[in-house]
């Protein structure tokens, strides 16, 4: 395979699947022959990206959480390095994802290959550390919010504000009847949509709460129903059982595959668990709850490295 015929890309998780598909369709309607190949999920999928890897397969997040599943990820970043020094791209891009990301794309570079992370990691947020890795890692920075260059600038690391790709998808005027009927959802009464998260671990985690949640909003709000999108159509079974347990929900939940963005247009608020979901709601114009579950000890590692008390994007 020619270096000038393809990109690589490694998207770490269900956001970064919804970010790059736009982008992987702009660079296939300008260069038709590019090989666009890597890591990738659904949507890249269908926008014309050959994925070696399921997005799922590094959909991983925390630190104790991470543990279990280090041997497998390791092998996997092995692999990935070596078909991609093969394969010779023009470019290799990472999408988000650092902990994996940024060190396969040291490892990249040393070897010759240009890299570009898409994306930056949250080092205005919690480990700054992380700019000399970065330095070491990355060709070019591309960046979603426009703060970020100039933390980028001081640190003397090539960087460009690219925009959020979310800008260009999510409509400026929400329509919540439309979404209700593209969905076959109720149109009237209140509506709340539940994000549990694009990652297994996250499901598991934070389901319990959240849906012990759902049953004491149902209570008190007889006519109150949810909408529950789910990233992977391999967590419907779990979230289901979750559900059993909680007999004032039975009817009262329509679990959906994918289709988030029109779970939170459709819906009147939303309980959300931290990360991209957060932004998006705040685009959909959604208010919002925001919520986390995981292990003690992965809280206790965060807040001790977090710069800012705050847990949600808005």
């Known amino acids: 395979m020619q270096a000038e015929r393809s990109l690589a890309f490694v998207a770490g998780e269900a956001s970064g699947d919804l970010l790059t598909a736009p982008v992987i369709t702009e660079v296939l309607r300008r260069a038709p022959n590019m090989h666009c190949v890597g890591v990738g999920g659904d949507r890249m999928n269908a926008a014309g990206f050959e994925a070696w890897n399921h997005v799922r397969e590094l959909s991983v997040r925390g630190y104790v959480e991470v543990v279990r599943h280090l041997p497998r990820l390791i092998t996997l970043r092995r692999t990935l390095r070596e078909r991609v020094i093969a394969t010779r791209p023009a470019v290799f891009i990472g999408v988000d994802a650092p902990d994996f990301n940024l060190g396969l794309e040291e490892q990249l570079r040393g070897q010759g290959v ?20 970065i330095a070491r890692a990355v060709d070019r ?42 969905l076959n959802l109720q149109l009237e009464g209140p509506l709340l949509a539940v ?22 909003i149902a209570a008190e709000q007889p006519s109150m129903r949810f909408a529950m999108p789910v990233a992977d159509p391999t ?16 009817t009262r939940v329509d679990i959906v595959d994918g289709h988030s963005h029109d779970c939170l247009e459709a819906s ?47």
């Open 268 to 314: 009147d608020t939303v309980l959300v668990a931290s990360g991209t979901a957060t932004l998006e709601a705040a685009l959909f114009k959604r208010p919002m709850v925001i919520a986390y579950k995981m292990s003690p000890l992965t809280a206790w590692i965060m807040w001790r490295k977090g710069r800012i008390p705050f847990v949600g994007l808005p």
């Open 114 to 133: 240009r890299t570009v992370h898409f994306v930056s990691p949250s080092i205005w947020a919690w480990r700054g550390e992380r700019i000399t890795q």
């Open 235 to 250: 967590f419907k079974h779990s979230i289901q059982q979750m559900l059993a347990v909680q007999p004032t929900l039975a």
């Open 195 to 216: 994000l549990l998260g694009s990652r297994a671990d996250e499901v598991r985690h934070n389901g319990p709460t959240f849906i012990a949640a759902m049953a004491a």
């Open 141 to 182: 920075m591309l960046l979603v919010f426009p703060f970020e260059q100039k933390i980028y600038d001081e640190a003397g690391i090539p960087a460009s504000y690219v925009g959020h790709p979310l800008a260009n998808i999510i409509p400026m005027t929400p329509d919540a009847a439309a979404a209700r009927r593209r």
